[in-house]
């Protein structure tokens, strides 16, 4: 069973930029692709960003294309989220997602002036 530990998040103002992270710990990382998913207060999960296995193909929510990137490290099992040039909207608990849709147990992020 994999399991994934995210962190980084933090309060930060209009305009900032965080890094997540997401340690996963399965021997075969390497195999799976993985995303970010997102839960906004009183709102559902959102979808924000997947990357394929080896990295070569990314997809993001239209909410946060140009702004945030997804990014992983494989010899590390780490996965990675760098939001930028953040917005109020953005607020949320952040998760990381595998294919399977078990996630760890998230990171708060709140943009906030």
């Known amino acids: 069973e994999v399991q994934l530990v995210e962190s980084g998040g933090g309060l930060v103002q209009p305009g900032g930029s965080l890094r997540l992270s997401c340690a996963a710990s399965v021997f075969t990382f390497s195999s799976y692709n993985m995303k970010w998913v997102r839960q906004a207060p009183g709102k559902g999960l959102e979808w924000v960003s997947d990357i394929t296995s080896g990295g070569g193909y990314r997809r993001y929510a239209d909410s946060v294309k140009g702004r945030f990137t997804i990014s992983r490290d494989n010899a590390k099992n780490m996965l990675y989220l760098q939001m930028n040039s953040l917005k109020p909207e953005d607020t949320a608990v952040y998760y990381c997602?595998?294919?399977?849709?078990?996630r760890g147990q998230g990171t708060q992020v709140t943009v906030s002036s």
């Open positions: 997602a595998d294919p399977t849709d078990s």
